[in-house]
């Protein structure tokens, strides 16, 4: 069977985009240069990859099924600046793909169902200079989300805190084969450069968000008190509130990526 006509593999969570409008949006939005080198997340049967690799300088290809990859070597073989390697990303040091990571875009039509630990991963320092992903229309919701809305969490604060995002793109279903059963979203990330936390700052803010999260429920004075991940003393409690510029009977979902990121810097000097 080719490439082209390969069934979907539900346990990689596979969903090939297959309308063409749909394709070039996508590879235009990218904005690659021809200097740029480019990464790209599970191509699959090559559907963005082609224009991909038209416009990039370099460009590396990471997909976990064996079968597509070996299909992806054999369609670039003469291609040399086009790189396959048959990796899960989550296991891929970017370093090993590039020198200096903070120079790469990254593009990627991703499986939904680990959305979150690829998008953690890519923002582990060094952190691509842009990240473009395909992503369920809920979980974009999540990431873009403000101080005070419903969708605000722990993903909000963990991508915001760190980098500025956006919608780019809404994909409807029928854009794939086989139709997933929600709408997409493209989105795309830029990393704040110089980075706005060292790396034991957001040790601290992973923690301070994971927790204060965990309890978002309750006020945000009880859980930096009594949260065993935190049992600040009073004095503490008192300086991380007014460097977030909150007040004690405040909930986690009301502080901005700002405050937590001020926070993150008293626990971490």
């Known amino acids: 069977m080719s490439r082209e006509h390969a069934r979907p593999r539900r346990e990689l969570g596979q969903n090939f985009l297959v309308d063409p409008g749909t394709r070039l949006r996508i590879v235009e939005a990218a904005g690659i240069d021809p200097g740029d080198t480019v990464l790209e997340i599970g191509p699959g049967r090559g559907a963005l990859t082609r224009g991909l690799a038209e416009r990039a300088g370099t460009l590396h290809l990471v997909e976990l099924d064996r079968a597509l990859a070996a299909g992806l070597e054999e369609e670039f073989a003469d291609n040399s600046h086009v790189h396959v390697l048959q990796a899960d990303i989550l296991e891929v040091d970017l370093t090993s793909l590039v020198a200096d990571p903070s120079a790469l875009k990254v593009v990627g039509n991703i499986p939904y169902n680990v959305t979150t630990p690829i998008l953690f991963h890519l923002l582990e320092p060094p952190r691509p200079a842009e990240i473009l992903l395909m992503v369920q229309k809920e979980v974009a919701e999540r990431i873009v989300s403000e101080p005070g809305s419903r969708s605000y969490g722990a993903l909000s604060v963990g991508v915001q805190a760190v980098a500025s995002v956006e919608r780019v793109l809404q994909v409807s279903p029928g854009a794939f084969r086989p139709r997933p059963n929600v709408d997409s979203t493209v989105i795309r990330i830029r990393p704040h450069v110089p980075p706005p936390l060292s790396p034991e ?59 937590f990121r001020a926070m993150a810097e008293l626990l971490a000097p």
Request: aromatic residues 4%; glycine residues 6%; proline residues 8%.
């Open 201 to 259: 700052q957001e040790g601290a803010l992973r923690r301070l968000t994971r927790s204060l999260f965990q309890w978002r429920r309750k006020q945000l004075r009880r859980i930096l008190r009594d949260h065993p991940e935190l049992q600040c003393s009073p004095a503490e409690l008192e300086a991380l509130l007014a460097a977030a510029g909150a007040r004690p009977t405040d909930r986690p979902e009301t502080v901005g990526p700002e405050g």
